[in-house]
């Protein structure tokens, strides 16, 4: 990242962040939808944002909302564009088109990471619109439409689909999101008429400049799926924190094999062939773990009886329940709202023999742990009795970025 | 599940419908059209063509879409082929032909639509969220729909009205389910079984605890855990399918054991022809699960045990999906530590996994089905077994069971229990009227209806009519044959309604063969005279006796479409099959017959120039032009003083049909073509190497 932008972005990155500071939003588009969606996004968002319509506000914005397009421009609002585009700060798209981006045609490929289209489907109404883990869908069951849309194809490697529409046996991407070092990107394909003054729309709106701004999504909370993650075994869990990371954990080898730093698991690879793949993950790991029952009782060397017992789904997070030599163990996971840190508490019901654990030398991540003895790689709980303990994985530096 | 055999299908059909392959690969090719009696162009019209040179793929046949206005073109191997013509609400029709090399013949269809069963298809609208691929159909005591989605979901419909929640998401492909609650369902999903909670009543599920998760899996995308039912005791029962197996590297990340190789090694030549393999632990087997938690491996030898259903007896049935040792798809009962025929899961025995099996052995351990379902007219994979406890309100069938298909059928089972085992007719119930494809599993709803959950995910086209569909009787007695029941001569039946006179019943016997091919052909089918039918005085009993009933065969009756009902209807679904185990005195081996005479004495002397071809597409490879045999094989010269004609034509046609172990220094063993060459195809053969290669007349 250049020097220049990285200053710009941090400047910014910490004004948004302030406490108490207002997200500031430009809505740039096409008079009358902006009007409205000013409407909406301040009804939505006020007191946490600030809303201004037009394409100077976007000098001062953390993130803008583009309704198809800026439209037909001067070359110094050309600039101004640009410079938003390449500083680090996210945009929101609704229902782009190559008309409102005219002036800046190579919008779709750097900025948007997918080709337009002509009409989906021949503009026929979505049979089903699915909704992907992620925290922009918070608060929204279903999402609905019969606006038209059209198809966009060729979406960037590094495009999380998360919005998708069906007709028949054809799919459209709905909604997708980007995270590069030129900030993060939400596309919204559904954005006409009707479909502003959909509350699910609207909701989904809010939320999506709130990703893209690096803003909490206030009632996020950790998306849990059980799929075929790669290297690991069927079964295991994918679970997103809304700020990240990702946590692959695998209840047959009973402990957690990767953990990304990333907020998000594409599902569509299992489910969209017959044959399926692994799931994807966006995001690189920093932390991985590969010990054959890293959890045991009596002694480390001894392997115990160990059953994966289910899981609990909580606010926070969730929490796993593991019998180890008939001992139960449950193990929470909850995750910093930067992402940063994966924090792993165990509750333990007393037990006959002490608890062992094999913490594996992480050349990206930092280890911490409460109420255990350390011991290099080894930590054990002594006690017998009914307790508590903790891991922290600390991701030392932030992983390398999509391009 | 729905087996592997649909993708092959669909790859197959892909390539029959692409231009002919290079010349090099024999091939010909038949096309025509399809279209209704009255010429008109019909919707979603199929023609599926089967036959030996087929079957020996993993799928024993090629479907294939009817196109725009109403055509097809198939390109297939030279050979003597099945082709069927059908479309939703229409009959099913068939011809036979024989194609050689480069031939193309044209073969029109015209099809006669259906009589419509009295009988509602509607189809339930989903909400935007869910993802139709519905895989699991169970109703709460208080009548809320519970479906699981392949997608790993639980959606909920309110008993009083079309509002769907989703009560649970992340689960890995849900495949069935038992709902407790509103507030409580236990799934059967890949990895385990697990009962999920809502425990602060907000109708969506917060705890998932694991019942039981003692079977191996290993990632293939095709090994389902299917289920899930509860007896009344309350015992869970679920099974394992088999992995598709390509080779052991596939398997990096599997839970439990693995055990890559076949139990019973292929022998014949070429790929192994069914590539299901129980590589990880219990793959093929049943479980229970106790309401103590305890997991028992419960029944064994399955391949693809798609349905599991609880009879309301208590008693455990399971639907088995058409491949190797499964000749066609099967509806068995089952009990703890039975064996169903496939081998593979015996590797994973306490105590027979040692052991070396003749197929001799396999046969006797064997529990037979209680119900074959022949190919095509019963469908192809079933799914999920019912039982009619409507009291009536689906119609006149009170008892008897239903099961969807993955195409688009719902069959009708009637059992009766004969000399201490189950067994019993299959009929035809439903098809056309808007019924889709991917009816894998179903309930009977508190409204008396039943319930079918659609899933099909890339085996075949859907256009995306996946979901939920609710068949409701109108109310209207069908016209039908109501059941067949094993009488001493013959067959006792009896109709929903009144029949004007006695039908003509033409009844046929045949049975399968349990073998590592992928599905068995009919074998031994000969038609068996009746020698006395009977109506009774109020029309509604028919006494049919045969001149012989023997065990161990399936017999087919199927009754003239001219027969009417009193109010001059004609049956809506006039065939029907029996699968005889067992006689009323408990016999289960064939006797003495005359029939064996009379079907031997139906086949026609070899005729040595349709032998020539059966050769030259069969055998010739190995056997080479001149009969003197390929030394990298093994194979024998015939034109031998001593060789292989020296023997007697029932050695040979034996040989021929049951194979044999390679002779050192040969390796390859010959192959058995009793599954892939009719009997007269065989005596054809033979009367072909007599004539061209015998060195000296055989002995008497």
């Known amino acids: ?403 | 599940m729905i087996a592997a055999r649909f993708f092959t299908t669909f790859l197959i059909a892909l390539a029959g419908a692409a231009k002919l392959p290079a010349a090099s690969a024999p091939v010909g090719r038949v096309s025509g059209a399809v279209r209704a009696a009255d010429g008109a162009e019909i919707a979603g019209a199929q023609v599926r063509i089967e036959g030996p040179t087929l079957a020996r793929l993993e799928n024993s046949n090629i479907i294939q879409k009817v196109r725009p206005p109403g055509r097809y073109q198939l390109n297939v191997p030279p050979g003597s082929y099945e082709l069927w013509a059908t479309a939703p609400d229409f009959e099913d029709t068939k011809v036979t032909l024989t194609l050689a090399d480069g031939e193309t013949l044209t073969r029109d269809f015209a099809l006669q639509p259906l009589a419509r069963p009295p009988y509602r298809v509607e189809t339930l609208a989903l909400p935007r969220a869910m993802v139709g691929e519905v895989s699991g159909v169970a109703f709460t005591p208080r009548g809320t729909l519970a479906v699981t989605t392949r997608r790993g979901e639980v959606w909920m419909r309110a008993a009083d009205g079309p509002r769907w929640w989703r009560f649970a998401a992340g689960l890995y492909e849900g495949f069935g389910l038992v709902a407790e609650s509103e507030s409580s369902v236990v799934v059967i999903q890949r990895p385990e079984f697990t009962r999920l909670r809502d425990t602060d009543g907000d109708g969506v599920a917060d705890r998932f605890d694991t019942l039981a998760d003692g079977w191996g899996i290993t990632g293939s995308y095709h090994e389902f855990t299917y289920g899930l039912v509860r007896d009344g005791r309350g015992n869970f029962y679920a099974a394992s399918g088999m992995a598709q197996f390509r080779n052991a590297g596939d398997f990096r990340w599997v839970r439990g054991p693995l055990k890559p190789d076949q139990f019973m090694p292929w022998t014949g030549s070429g790929p192994v022809p069914d590539g299901h393999r129980s590589v990880a632990q219990y793959q093929g087997w049943a479980f229970q699960v106790t309401p103590a938690g305890q997991q028992i491996p419960f029944a064994f030898g399955f391949r693809q045990p798609l349905g599991l259903g609880v009879s309301p007896d208590d008693e455990l049935f399971i639907s088995d999906c058409p491949g190797a040792w499964v000749p066609t798809a099967t509806f068995t009962h089952v009990e703890r530590d039975t064996f169903h025929g496939h081998p593979d899961g015996l590797k994973w025995h306490p105590e027979l996994k040692d052991k070396k099996f003749t197929p001799a052995e396999l046969t006797a351990l064997r529990r037979p089905p209680s119900v074959y379902l022949p190919r095509g007219t019963l469908g192809t994979s079933p799914g999920q077994p019912v039982w009619d406890t409507t009291g009536g309100k689906f119609g006149p069938f009170a008892g008897q069971v239903f099961m969807g298909d993955v195409s688009s059928l719902i069959v009708r089972i009637d059992l009766e229990k004969v000399a201490g085992a189950w067994q019993g007719t299959v009929f035809p119930f439903l098809r056309g009227q808007g019924l889709r494809i991917g009816g894998m599993h179903n309930a009977f709803g508190p409204d008396g209806a039943l319930y079918l959950g659609q899933t099909v995910r890339g085996w075949m086209s859907t256009e995306g009519n996946e979901g939920v569909q609710r068949i409701a009787w109108t109310g209207e007695t069908p016209a039908e044959l109501h059941t067949v029941r094993l009488a001493e001569r013959g067959f006792a039946l009896r109709f929903t309604t009144a029949m004007q006179a006695a039908p003509e019943v033409a009844v046929r016997r045949f049975r399968y063969l349990h073998h590592p091919l992928d599905g068995s052909l009919r074998t031994e089918e000969v038609a068996v005279p009746v020698t006395r039918a009977a109506l009774s005085a109020d029309g509604r009993a028919l006494s049919l006796e045969l001149l012989e009933t023997q065990p161990g065969y399936v017999y087919e009756l199927a009754l003239a479409k001219s027969a009417r009902t009193r109010d001059g209807r004609a049956l809506l679904n006039p065939i029907a099959f029996y699968t005889l185990n067992r006689t009323l005195a408990g016999e289960t081996q064939p006797g003495p017959t005359q029939l064996k005479v009379a079907a031997a004495a139906a086949l026609q002397p070899g005729d040595v120039t349709r032998g020539a071809e059966v050769y030259r597409l069969n055998c010739l490879v190995c056997h080479q032009a001149d009969g003197k045999g390929a030394k990298q094989v093994g194979t024998p010269d015939y034109t031998l003083a001593g060789g292989p004609l020296t023997k007697s034509d029932a050695e040979l046609l034996a040989v021929i049909t049951d194979g044999k172990a390679p002779t050192p220094p040969g390796v390859v063993p010959m192959p058995p073509w009793g599954n892939v060459l009719p009997a007269q195809s065989i005596r054809d053969v033979l009367a072909y190497l007599r004539a061209t290669f015998q060195p000296a007349p055989p002995p008497r």
């Open chain 1, 1 to 403: 990242m250049p020097l220049r932008r990285l200053l710009l972005f941090l400047a910014v990155a910490h004004r948004a962040l302030a406490a108490g500071e207002p997200l500031q939003v430009a809505v740039v588009g096409r008079a009358e939808p902006v009007t409205a969606l000013r409407a909406v996004l301040t009804a939505e968002l006020s007191p946490e944002a600030g809303v201004t319509a037009g394409l100077t506000a976007l000098r001062t914005a953390h993130v803008a909302v583009f309704h198809g397009g800026p439209g037909k421009l001067h070359d110094s609002e050309v600039a101004i564009v640009r410079e938003f585009l390449s500083a680090g700060r996210g945009s929101v798209v609704l229902g782009a088109t190559p008309g409102d981006w005219s002036a800046m045609p190579e919008f779709f490929q750097s900025q948007l990471g997918a080709e337009p289209g002509g009409r989906f489907a021949g503009g026929a109404p979505m049979r089903t619109i699915s909704l992907y883990p992620h925290p922009i869908h918070t608060g929204v069951a279903e999402f609905d439409t019969a606006q038209p849309v059209h198809r966009f194809t060729n979406l960037a490697e590094d495009a999380q689909l998360i919005m998708e529409g069906t007709v028949g046996e054809e799919t459209a991407p709905l909604a997708w999101v980007r995270r590069r070092d030129a900030g993060r990107l939400v596309h919204i394909v559904p954005a006409e008429g009707a479909t502003l003054a959909n509350p699910a729309f609207r909701r989904v709106l809010a939320n999506a400049v709130r990703w893209a701004g690096a803003r909490p999504v206030p009632g996020a909370v950790a998306a849990v799926q059980r799929t075929f993650m790669p290297e690991s075994h069927p079964g295991s869990f994918a679970i997103t924190f809304p700020g990240g990371p990702g946590v692959c954990l695998d209840p047959v080898r009973g402990g957690i094999n990767f953990v990304w730093d990333g907020d998000f698991v594409d599902l569509r690879p299992r489910w969209l062939t017959k044959q399926g793949a692994p799931a994807r993950i966006f995001g690189e790991p920093f932390y991985r773990e590969g010990a054959w029952r890293p959890l045991r009782a009596g002694a480390p060397g001894r392997e115990s009886d160990f059953q994966f017992r289910g899981y609990a789904l909580t606010p926070a997070g969730p929490e796993f329940h593991w019998q180890i030599d008939g001992r139960d163990v449950f193990e929470a996971l909850s995750a910093s709202a930067d992402g940063a840190v994966l924090t792993r508490r165990f509750r333990v019901a007393a037990g006959a023999a002490p608890l062992w654990l094999r913490l594996e030398p992480q050349p990206a991540a930092e280890i911490a742990v409460r109420g255990l003895e350390r011991d290099g790689e080894l930590a054990s709980f002594p006690s017998t009795a009914a307790g508590e303990f903790t891991i922290e994985i600390r991701r030392k530096h932030r992983a390398p970025s999509q391009p």
